[in-house]
């Protein structure tokens, strides 16, 4: 991440792999979908702001009554939030504890962050398993939202359970690349 917006060129996750291996040629592939993700959740970002300020100003200039804009908004954020989840974690943009981090030796790091790492893949693995029930329940079920306007709840638990399971496999791609990187040396 840059400091006045996002970096679509930085990747941690790049440098630890050799370039040759499965892994990294499997880093490149996530690399390029982390890119067309975010993207696309920067214009959905757009668009859930569009959406919102429509509804502000059909509200205030014209009475209109909008039953449709806090959800398509809602379901776009949740879309964007989640599918962006696995390029922020390959520059390791998620809240990390790094306190310990001038305490330890880079031994002592590099064992801190394999433990950190698989501690966060299973409970990404058990998030992601969760949200494809709920999304399962919510094809099978025929669930919409209990608005006027009731959308399936398929689509935001999709988008939930996709980058989720995104999200996972960046992370396994990182503790990959790092037991890949340890075999190198």
């Not at 990294?24 to 696309?40: E, H, K, P, S, Y």
């Not at 030796?105 to 409970?123: C, E, P, Q, W, Y």
């Amino acid at each position: 991440m840059s400091a006045h917006g996002v970096d679509l060129g930085h990747s941690v996750v790049m440098t630890a792999a050799r370039p040759g291996s499965t892994v990294g040629r499997i880093n490149r592939a996530m690399i390029l979908l982390n890119r067309t993700i975010v993207v696309l959740c920067s214009a959905a970002l757009i668009v859930a702001s569009t959406i919102l300020s429509y509804s502000v100003a059909a509200r205030y200039f014209f009475n209109a009554a909008t039953y449709w804009q806090d959800e398509a908004a809602v379901f776009l954020l949740v879309g964007a939030t989640f599918l962006s989840t696995a390029f922020v974690q390959a520059g390791r943009g998620h809240i990390g504890i790094e306190a310990l981090t001038g305490y330890l030796s880079k031994r002592g790091n590099a064992i801190r962050m394999l433990v950190v790492d698989t501690a966060s893949l299973l409970f990404c693995c058990f998030f992601a398993w969760k949200s494809w029930t709920l999304f399962h329940e919510a094809w099978v079920d025929g669930q919409v939202s209990g608005s006027t306007w009731a959308p399936p709840l398929w689509i935001p638990y999709s988008m939930m359970s996709l980058g989720m399971t995104l999200m996972t496999v960046q992370i396994a791609l990182q503790l990959a690349s790092r037991v890949d990187g340890w075999r190198s040396k």
